[in-house]
């Protein structure tokens, strides 16, 4: 059991710029979550998917976010034409639906957008 | 709507000594599950424990345990013996909707 894993770990854009992240959960969760996380405060609920099915969005993710799962594995989180509002942590999850009732987390790609 | 408050935004504690952290949510749900995980400075979020809103003991892991109190809706992290590793932000968080929703965190500094 490896981890939930996140590349990159670090990410520095100009603002307009898209960006991707990527995120490999625990190989036998079916559950993934992304979250976004600003300085001095806890992780906000962004997104999650059951298996490649993507079943909730938060108001949080704008047009210009957009999430993946395709074959119910690794998943991406684009940003498009990012705005400085963007810099923040994104925490990527993992969890196995029927099992216990954690959410394990990866170390986060941190983005900064100039 | 659901709603976690951690109203110490920062504490101190004696290596060895053991340390309370606060937690209280706001929920209209009959069932639901409690967690605390711990965010070292590198950042990543590490899961310590978890209580349900029906179990009737409250939840120990190693040196953490939980203090559930139901009808006062608090749900405080106990940690004993602390250790110097023990500093870094600790997060409060409720599962609603299959999702977490956390508190702002607490910093714990513990001091040798």
């Not at chain 1, 898209?18 to 996380?37: A, G, K």
């Not at chain 2, 309370?20 to 979020?45: A, I, V």
Request: charged share 20%.
């Amino acid at each position: 059991d490896t981890g939930v894993s996140q590349d990159p770990r670090h990410k520095i854009t100009k603002r307009g710029q898209n960006v991707t992240f990527r995120c490999d959960p625990i190989s036998e969760h079916n559950r993934l979550y992304w979250y976004r996380q600003t300085l001095g405060q806890g992780p906000e609920f962004l997104t999650y998917f059951q298996n490649e099915a993507q079943l909730e969005k938060s108001r949080l993710l704008s047009d210009r976010f957009s999430a993946e799962r395709p074959k119910g594995s690794f998943s991406t989180l684009e940003i498009q034409r990012t705005e400085q509002g963007d810099s923040a942590m994104y925490l990527c999850a993992s969890s196995l639906w029927g099992g216990t009732y954690e959410q394990y987390f990866g170390p986060g790609t941190r983005l900064t957008v100039t | 709507a659901q709603k976690i408050t951690q109203t110490q935004p920062g504490m101190f504690v004696q290596e060895k000594e053991a340390v309370t952290l606060d937690c209280t949510y706001d929920t209209s749900d009959p069932s639901y599950g409690l967690f605390w995980y711990k965010q070292p400075s590198s950042g990543e979020m590490i899961f310590l424990i978890y209580q349900g809103s029906y179990d009737q003991q409250n939840a120990t892991e190693g040196r953490y345990s939980l203090n559930f109190q139901k009808a006062r809706k608090s749900a405080n992290l106990v940690i004993s013996a602390s250790q110097l590793g023990d500093s870094a932000m600790y997060f409060c968080a409720m599962e609603y909707g299959n999702k977490l929703v956390f508190g702002a965190g607490t910093i714990l500094r513990v001091k040798s």
